[in-house]
């Protein structure tokens, strides 16, 4: 969760972030949720670190079926 999304994905991309995606070189946006507020973003955040992976994995199909970079695209 954060209120600046191209602020997170660029220290992500550039290695600014310990954790999980600096430990597997995770550097790609390929799905994101806005929401009004950071109670429902964290509720929401919450509820998919529960699911399996194949339900992740469907929703970012759902969303981004090619896998695509999304950063460039909230930077413009």
């Known amino acids: 969760m954060t209120s600046n999304l191209v602020k997170r994905i ?12 600096k430990k597997y070189n995770v550097q790609e946006l390929v799905f994101f949720e806005i929401y009004a507020n950071a109670e429902s973003a964290i509720i929401r955040e919450k509820q998919i670190k529960k699911w399996r ?3 992740k994995l469907r929703l970012i199909e759902e969303k981004n079926s090619n896998w695509e970079d999304l950063y460039d695209g909230i930077c413009s």
């Open 10 to 21: 660029w220290e992500h991309k550039h290695n600014q972030i310990e954790g999980f995606t």
């Open 53 to 55: 992976r194949t339900w």
